[in-house]
Every structure is written in C-alpha cells, then in structure tokens.
T-cell receptor
Framework: AQSVTQLGSHVSVSEGALVLLRCNYS??????LFWYVQYPNQGLQLLLK??????LVKGINGFEAEFKKSETSFHLTKPSAHMSDAAEYFC?????????FGKGTMLLVSP | EAQVTQNPRYLITVTGKKLTVTCSQN?????MSWYRQDPGLGLRQIYY???????DKGDVPEGYKVSRKEKRNFPLILESPSPNQTSLYFC???????????FGPGTRLTVL
C-alpha cells in the first residue's frame, strides 16, 4: 500500500520568490513519484517524475524535485515564481499498478 | 493527436437517474482508470482496468460500475446517482510498461 502527504493545502509566495511544495510518501515497494499540475478548469498535466537513477529530476516550466529516500520525501521547487505558476499541485506515488495522489497544494502567487 | 477524451464535460442530473460518462483513448493503452476529485481530498481512484475485460476496484468504488469491452473505451456508469456523487471526474490511461498517466479534461457532475 502507498500514501502521500502534502504539507500545506495553500502556499503563498511573491513573484520572483522561491517556490517549495512539500511531499512525503510511504510505499511498500520502491516508489515511482510524480508531480502533476492542474490549472483552473483544466485537467492534470505531468510536471516531472522520478523512477530510478538520478535523484534530482527536472521538469517543465523550471520546476525540479529531489527524491530523498531517507526522508521519504519528494519536494517540488522552483527558484523564482511566476504569476503563471498559480495552480494546484499534486504529488503522487505509484505502487505496483495504481497511482495514489496527495490532497493537493494550491500555489498562490502575488505580484 | 494523442489524447484521452471524456463526454460529457458537464452534466446536471437528478437523484436516481442512471447515467454514463464515456472515456476513450487513442494511444492503444492497456491501463485505464477513473478518479474523482473533491476539494481538500485530492484525486481518489474509483476503478481501474489493466486490459480488456479486466477491471478492479480502487479506493472509492461504491455506487459506480465500469466495463472494458474494447481497449480504447472505459465508460463509468452510475446506476442510481446520489448527491454525494457530485464531483469532478477524470479518466486516465497509460501503457502497461509506462509510468506516466495521461488524463482526460474532466467531467463535472452535479446530482440534485
């Protein structure tokens, strides 16, 4: 079985500030980890994923995440927030076949 | 264009009136899945299918049915909808040996 915990249902940053969205997971098998983004009134789009190999993964729109096995974490970061980054972000873990999502973090970006 | 399509995109219905939400993918994916999204709860899996005629329950299957008679289609059936099934529904698919799921645009269902 697997589960995902996203810390903070809402995160507010100023434009140009660092973005940090936290994700911790549990998994009974080596995890595959994902971050998805959902813009208002749209479906989910894959930002990045970790399967095996390099623990620092880069995704689209300048986002990256680091897999830390010892901390069971997969936090999402972006050095400088842009207004267009305002959206809801979901962390997910894949077990044998199914994908389990966290409850989501809404990123608010102010000018 | 590779995509997952859902119909309808919006639906308002009444309690007890049977409905079907269709899902179709054109990527020859074996795996298909249905999720519901509710505020503060994230996405929860309803049912999934590993291939034709193979379906299994997800985390919240009560009140839903699915079928997988063709590889490309995976309809979600609500035999007797209730107001607690008001939600945003997403269909997704992926290849069996792939990791990334592709999501449809969503169906917003309101049950009065």
């Amino acid at each position: 079985a697997q589960s995902v915990t996203q810390l903070g249902s809402h995160v507010s940053v100023s434009e140009g500030a660092l973005v940090l969205l936290r994700c911790n997971y549990s998994s009974s098998v080596p995890p595959y980890l994902f971050w998805y983004v959902q813009y208002p009134n749209q479906g989910l789009q894959l930002l990045l994923k970790y399967t095996t190999g390099a623990t620092l993964v880069k995704g689209i729109n300048g986002f990256e995440a680091e897999f830390k096995k010892s901390e069971t974490s997969f936090h999402l970061t972006k050095p400088s927030a842009h207004m267009s980054d305002a959206a809801e972000y979901f962390c997910a873990v894949k077990g044998y076949s199914t994908l389990t999502f966290g409850k989501g973090t809404m990123l608010l970006v102010s000018p | 264009e590779a995509q997952v399509t859902q119909n309808p995109r919006y639906l308002i219905t009444v309690t007890g009136k049977k409905l079907t939400v269709t899902c179709s993918q054109n990527m020859n994916h074996e795996y298909m899945s249905w999720y519901r999204q509710d505020p503060g709860l994230g996405l929860r899996q309803i049912y999934y299918s590993m291939n034709v005629e193979v379906t299994d329950k997800g985390d919240v299957p009560e009140g839903y049915k699915v079928s997988r008679k063709e590889k490309r289609n995976f309809p979600l059936i609500l035999e007797s909808p209730s107001p607690n099934q008001t939600s945003l529904y997403f269909c997704a698919s992926r290849g069996l040996r792939r990791d990334e799921q592709f999501f449809g645009p969503g169906t917003r269902l309101t049950v009065l």
